[in-house]
């Protein structure tokens, strides 16, 4: 356990935004998890996993959790499965690495996504036409003001499009301390429908794609579009999809023919947010050093010294823009503070 007061977290967040915490404590171990919260049950904390999902906007008057629970196992497997435990502090994208140099396969599209374990399952990341629900089987949580540990299966843990319990009615009262996901380890599912994956599969001229070579697409693909955060500060998607009625959705193809879509369902339609912003213009758009990136409208990134009230600034004119040429609203991807 390492606790340090007036801390910067400049260093664990990907925005690199340069505020401070009141108090950071680092927790390596469940045991350690459970002394602070304990200790701190009257106190309210702020909980810090690995910062990829969030926008600090000031400094935190509270004391400030960092998950650091470290260690991933394999816990049973038969001859075409494998279920394997992950701890919360485990950075995600190195995990998914591990996971291919076992051949297993499940979540190579899920490559380069920035973050922990732990976090993943709360937003139920997704990328390239897989979502964590599909290979999630549990996970271990702490709550907060009782200290117990329970287990959520897949249909307790109300997965959505980039959503979970953890977002909703149990929003602020666990901490999860592990993941256990289902993986293949033969007769693995490819998923190369997305046109992205495709064409890059096509252009290393890969026939019989592994899921390796699924997960090197996907890397190729996500380094050309999106910036690196230890290089250029940013959280990834800043912005949801949104989803609408198909109603509306034809009464915007009438005006904007080229716009695309992905169906949900028999009555919803999901539009890339990305492609709303690009046509607002505001693609490489720049306010200081909180600008949207110049190869992926669906980013804001920090060019060096933003505030995160300047970002948060510009995503409101981003969704301003948005609805006033869309009548669409975009709602953030990232939680705010």
């Not at 002394?35 to 008057?61: P, R």
């Not at 502090?89 to 899920?110: A, C, M, P, R, S």
């Not at 301390?177 to 993986?183: E, M």
């Not at 969704?319 to 939680?335: D, M, T």
Request: with cysteine.
């Amino acid at each position: 356990m390492q606790v340090s007061e007036n801390a910067s977290l400049k260093r664990f967040n990907t925005f690199g935004i340069d505020v401070k915490a009141k108090k950071l404590i680092s927790v390596d171990t469940v045991d350690e998890l459970k002394e602070v919260l304990k200790q701190a049950y009257a106190q309210e904390l702020f909980i810090l996993g690995g910062g990829s999902n969030m926008l600090l906007t000031a400094n935190v008057d509270k004391t400030v959790l960092h998950i650091n629970l470290k260690g991933k196992e394999i816990l049973s497997e038969s001859e075409n499965e494998v279920l394997v435990k992950a701890c919360a502090g485990e950075n995600w994208h190195d995990f998914v690495l591990w996971t291919l140099k076992q051949d297993f396969g499940g979540i190579e599209n899920l490559s380069l996504i920035p973050g922990n374990v732990g976090t993943a399952p709360i937003q139920n990341i997704g990328a390239y036409g897989v979502e964590l629900k599909d290979v999630f089987e549990e996970c271990e949580a702490v709550n907060i003001q009782t200290l117990e540990q329970k287990v959520f299966n897949n249909r307790a843990s109300e997965f959505d499009y980039r959503n979970s319990v953890f977002k909703k009615s149990l929003k602020g009262q666990y901490i999860i301390t592990s993941v256990t996901f289902r993986l293949t380890k033969s007769n693995h599912v490819l998923r190369t429908d997305y046109g992205a994956i495709k064409n890059a599969l096509e252009q290393r001229k890969i026939i019989s794609a592994k899921i390796k070579d699924v997960s090197d697409a996907v890397i190729s693909i996500r380094q050309e579009k999106l910036p690196d955060p230890k290089l250029l500060g940013n959280s990834g998607s800043f912005f949801k999809n949104p989803v609408i009625s198909r109603e509306e959705f034809e009464k915007l193809q009438i005006k904007f023919p080229e716009i695309p879509s992905y169906p949900v369902n028999s009555g919803k339609v999901k539009i890339p947010a990305g492609w709303l912003i690009e046509k607002t213009g505001l693609k490489g758009y720049r306010e200081g050093d909180a600008g949207v990136h110049k190869n992926q409208a669906l980013v804001l990134v920090n060019y060096g010294s933003a505030t995160g009230r300047e970002i948060l600034h510009l995503s409101q004119k981003v969704q301003q823009e948005v609805h006033s040429k869309f009548g669409v609203k975009l709602e953030p991807e990232v939680n705010i503070f």
